[in-house]
């Protein structure tokens, strides 16, 4: 069975960094991207780009470059999302998904990852 | 403000059938870019409910169904149950902003 499981919850204060990480299991790790989606209390799902764990390649989404950094660690078959320059809209819960078949289908997602920026 | 556009909530009695809807343009899902659909819980991740416009994961009741035409998609849930409590968002991908992106999710009462 296919399985994503993140990394638990974090507090932060504004100005500091945090990195999400993702372990996959149940399938060939390097086979598939991994991408990041947040969600802020309340709102809907924003993209943050993915990283192909094969040849570390990432796309970060425009909004977000500069901040967020994706990398993976085929070893351990994980991988971790980094935000810099926390600001208290970073406040959100951070999920990791697979995308199947460079198609789009994203399938399954991570259980989630609630980051909390706060002074 | 989201790039592809659903109504923000929709409500139906048990058993009856409900509609939401998704509208992009010509650089998604007018594009030929396929629609996929997520089912989010009170509390919990997504959980991936359609795929490539039309198509059911494993395990996903056959209640549920996709279409697209054009710039827009649609899903339908008949038979509506009060488990479907729950919001509904619309991915798909957009060639001009080299991104995934998704509705601002619709959210399902049952009377």
């Known amino acids: 069975q296919v399985h994503l499981v993140q990394s638990g919850a974090e507090v932060k204060k504004p100005g500091a960094s945090v990195r999400v990480s993702c372990k996959a299991s149940g399938y060939t790790f390097t086979a598939y991207f991994i991408h990041w989606v947040r969600q802020a209390p309340g709102q809907g799902l924003s993209w943050l780009g993915w990283?192909?764990?094969?040849?570390?390649?990432?796309n970060v989404a425009r909004h977000f470059q500069g901040r967020v950094t994706m990398t993976r660690d085929t070893s351990i078959t994980t991988a971790y999302m980094e935000v810099s320059s926390l600001r208290s809209d970073d406040t959100a819960t951070y999920y990791c998904v697979r995308e199947i078949e460079h198609s789009g289908r994203f399938d399954p997602w991570g259980q989630g990852t609630l980051v909390t920026v706060s002074s | 403000q989201s790039v592809l556009t659903q109504p923000p909530s929709v409500s139906g009695a048990p058993g009856q059938r409900v509609t939401i809807s998704c509208t992009g343009n010509?650089?998604?899902?007018?594009?030929?870019?396929?629609v996929h659909w997520h089912q989010q819980l009170p509390g919990t991740a997504p959980k991936p409910l359609i795929y490539g416009n039309d198509n059911r994961p494993s395990g996903v009741p056959d209640r549920f169904s996709g279409s697209k035409s054009g710039t827009s998609a649609s899903l339908a849930i008949t038979g509506l149950q009060a488990e479907d409590e729950a919001d509904y968002y619309c991915q798909s991908y957009d060639y001009s902003l080299d991104a995934h992106v998704f509705g601002g999710g619709t959210k399902v009462t049952v009377l």
């Open positions: 010509s650089s998604n899902i007018g594009a030929g870019h396929h």
């Open positions: 990283i192909d764990p094969k040849s570390g390649a990432t």
